[in-house]
């Protein structure tokens, strides 16, 4: 069970966001975090994310840098990637994962 030390769900979204469409909208940038202007709000997510996702202690430390300072940027998801390349046309320009592992 987890319990938020600083209220309720809400009390964690970026100001303004509130209902299932707002949350949902969160899903369009995968930054959102930076945006709650709670540093302790930003952090303890962060660490509830890093609990659920067994991360190593070096990356929860270098996420929670980044979380005090606003400026988390996690990566585009490869799948993005290969779909905007694909789309462009240019998919063959993407590497295969065969050729990224030097075969």
Same mark, same amino acid.
């Given at each position: ?36 202007? %709670?540093?302790?709000? =930003? ?5 509830? !994310?890093?609990?659920?996702?067994? +991360? /190593? ?22 799948? %993005?990637?290969?779909? =905007? ?5 240019? !998919?063959?320009?993407?590497?295969? +994962? /065969? ?5």
């Amino acid at each position: 069970m987890l319990v938020l030390k600083h209220g309720e769900m809400e009390d964690y979204l970026p100001p303004g966001v509130s209902g299932v469409k707002g949350i949902v909208g969160l899903t369009t940038d995968r930054n959102w975090i930076n945006g709650i202007p %709670d540093e302790s709000r =930003r952090v303890e997510l962060g660490q509830v !994310i890093c609990q659920i996702l067994d +991360v /190593s202690a070096a990356e929860n430390k270098q996420l929670e840098e980044e979380l005090r300072h606003q400026s988390v940027a996690f990566p585009q998801p490869l799948s %993005d990637r290969v779909d =905007r390349a694909s789309r462009r046309g240019n !998919i063959a320009d993407f590497p295969s +994962v /065969s050729d990224r592992r030097g075969s």
